[in-house]
């Protein structure tokens, strides 16, 4: 509806294609420290994706995408117990995202075919697959072994309910620079939904807090503007 509208009212229409760095950052508060989200987990990787950006009305406009997110990351070798110093582990974690960034727009014209960007607005998420690897090694025997865990499976407290939810919403703020078809875009995404779907810990007897942020920055071309 919000596409539709857009086009029926443009001034000006762009479609291209957006290629770029995101850093995704999940908080969550523990068993320890309930009231903030000091348990931090970043991945970072790669977004792509199409993009549909329109002038409304002089200057204003909406930029709409969608794109892939893929995002990774693999810890450092950990001593698993001080008293085995031979037993290790490392942790490894690999994101697959869908999203829709509805981002509001103004932009400056500073010169010819060229613009400075402010932008706000929702982005709206579905987590296809979230997976960790837990690897253990032992330094004395060489041996390895693998620990994988879906994260949309997890029920830290063992009430039956499925701790994660795979959608996300967050509201990003940022700044971008176009010259002719080629733009750079960049911004902050703060999560705005609780990533948990199981509320509460009945182990802990805490009620769960998680948010889903994102770094994020944006090369882009149009290939289609009228």
Do not use: C
């Not at 075919?113 to 025997?141: C, E, K, S």
């Amino acid at each position: 509806m919000v596409l539709a509208a857009a086009m029926l009212s443009a001034q000006e229409q762009w479609f291209g294609m957006q290629f770029g760095f995101a850093e995704h950052i999940l908080r969550e508060n523990t068993v320890s420290n309930t009231k903030k989200l000091s348990d931090k987990t970043v991945g970072n990787g790669t977004k792509i994706g199409f993009v549909y950006d329109v002038t409304l009305v002089k200057g204003f406009g909406l930029n709409l995408a969608f794109n892939y997110n893929f995002a990774a990351a693999s810890g450092k070798w950990e001593v698993e117990n001080p008293l085995f110093v031979a037993n290790k582990r490392r942790t490894s974690v690999a994101m697959h995202i869908l999203e829709i960034p509805i981002e509001w727009q103004y932009k400056f014209n500073i010169a010819t075919d060229t613009w400075l960007i402010a932008y706000t607005g929702p982005t709206m998420q579905f987590n296809v697959a979230y997976n960790t690897t837990i690897t253990h090694r032992n330094d004395a025997t060489n041996q390895v072994t693998e620990e994988k865990i879906n994260h949309f499976t997890v029920d830290n407290d063992g009430d039956n309910v499925r701790d994660y939810s795979r959608f996300n919403i967050q509201w990003g703020v940022g700044a971008g620079f176009q010259y002719k078809n080629y733009y750079i875009r960049g911004g902050y995404n703060f999560g705005i939904y609780n990533h948990y779907r199981d509320n509460f810990h009945n182990t802990g007897s805490y009620t769960t807090r998680g948010r889903y942020d994102e770094w994020n920055i944006r090369l882009g071309i149009y290939f289609l503007n009228f």
